[in-house]
Nanobody
Framework: VQLVESGGDLVQTGGSLRLSCQAS????????IGWFRQAPGKAREGVAC????????????NVKDRFTIFSDSSGPSYNKTVFLQMNDLKPDDAGVYYC???????????????????WGKGTQVTVAS
């Protein structure tokens, strides 16, 4: 059972990136899966979540309309990739992005919070101003 992120890179302000989270060993469609990020010196914060069982997607207030979370619809659900498409990136979006599986994803102020059971190792996103 693991999550492996990829796709982090250096990008200019206003640019786009697509992060990938390869999930294996469990049925992704039966769990809530999403993305957290952590900037240096700051707490980890949830940015997006997909709850496939309920057809629900949640976004942090400060990424709504710029970020899109989705999963590939092809292939077995035990070996599925979850993506985070990030557009119009800003310097405040920089940090390590972690894929995460857990429960109780809820918006709290400008971010999402959740009780996480499984973390990936993260992928670095750098946004140059």
């Amino acid at each position: 059972v693991q999550l492996v992120e990829s796709g982090g890179d250096l990008v200019q302000t206003g640019g786009s990136l697509r992060l990938s989270c390869q999930a294996s060993g469990f049925d992704v469609d039966m769990y809530d899966i999403g993305w957290f990020r952590q900037a240096p010196g700051k707490a980890r914060e949830g940015v997006a979540c997909i709850r496939a069982r309920y057809g629900v997607k949640l976004y942090a207030e400060n990424v709504k309309d710029r970020f899109t979370i989705f999963s590939d619809s092809s292939g077995p659900s035990y070996n599925k990739t979850v993506f985070l498409q990030m557009n119009d990136l800003k310097p405040d979006d920089a940090g390590v992005y972690y894929c995460a599986v857990g429960a109780a994803w809820v918006p709290r102020g400008k971010i999402l919070t959740a009780s996480i059971d499984l973390w990936g190792k993260g992928t670095q996103v750098t946004v140059a101003s």
